[in-house]
């Protein structure tokens, strides 16, 4: 069965500090890519790669860092966290037939 | 500039009757269009999926979406509503063939009164 796995699923942060979000699919999914969700917005992608050791930006990369150290994991990093990072972060995984999402990171900077 | 428009924040209706949930897109390109629908804490599901060919497209749970060129449009239907139904429904375009790199709307969120 396919599966998205995020972790942690809740997180609390100090601002300024670094928070490391992750995400591991056993889909053999070359492609993998971060999103955030926020009221009135819907999803908006942060970063995505097409394969271990590549990461490409998406429409709102700043402030963060991605990486993707093999096949299966792909971490998105917030080097100093800012209120503004408040928000639900999803993780998902696809091809050019499917892409299956995670269930959800939900993060709070204070 | 691409964009995806819900205009509904928000739908109320009663158990048994139809639905509709409006999109409309703008892209330069032939799109690769979908809805998704989430529920409460959970991640995003992929109700239905138009590349190509005939513009109604069936989905699963007994939804259905339509396809226009000439509106720019992807509504989503469905005959019969139940109150399982209840979520907030996303419809994005997908930038070519990588599935994953999609541009969302803002959602809408369904509500059935049982």
């Known amino acids: 069965e396919a599966a998205v796995t995020q972790s942690p699923r809740n997180k609390v942060a100090v601002t300024g500090g670094k928070v490391t979000l992750s995400c591991n699919q056993t889909?053999?999914?070359?492609?993998m890519y971060w999103y955030r969700q926020d009221t009135g917005h819907g999803l908006r992608l942060i970063h995505y790669?097409?394969?271990?050791?590549?990461?490409e930006k998406g429409d709102i990369p700043d402030g963060y860092k991605a990486s993707r150290p093999s096949q299966e994991n792909f971490s998105l990093i917030l080097e100093l966290a800012t209120p503004s990072q408040t928000s639900v972060y999803f993780c998902?995984?696809?091809?050019?037939?499917?892409?299956?999402f995670g269930k959800g990171t939900r993060l709070t900077v204070v | 500039a691409q964009s995806v428009t819900q205009p509904d924040a928000r739908v109320t209706v009663s158990e048994g009757a139809s639905l509709q949930l409006r999109c409309k897109y703008s892209?330069?390109?032939?799109?690769?269009l979908f809805w998704y629908v989430q529920y409460p804490r959970q991640g995003l599901q992929m109700l239905l999926k138009?590349?190509?060919?005939?513009?109604v497209v069936q989905g699963v749970n007994g939804f259905e979406a339509e396809f226009s060129k000439s509106d720019s449009s992807f509504h989503l239907r469905k005959a019969s509503v139940h109150w399982s139904d209840s979520a907030v429904y996303f419809c994005?375009?997908?930038?070519?063939?990588?599935?994953?790199?999609?541009?969302f709307g803002a959602g809408t969120q369904l509500i059935v009164i049982p």
């Open positions: 998902a995984s696809g091809d050019a037939k499917e892409v299956f």
């Open positions: 889909n053999n999914h070359n492609n």
């Open positions: 790669s097409y394969g271990a050791g590549s990461t």
């Open positions: 892209y330069s390109a032939t799109p690769y």
């Open positions: 138009y590349y190509s060919g005939d513009p």
């Open positions: 994005a375009v997908s930038r070519g063939s990588a599935l994953g790199r999609l541009h």
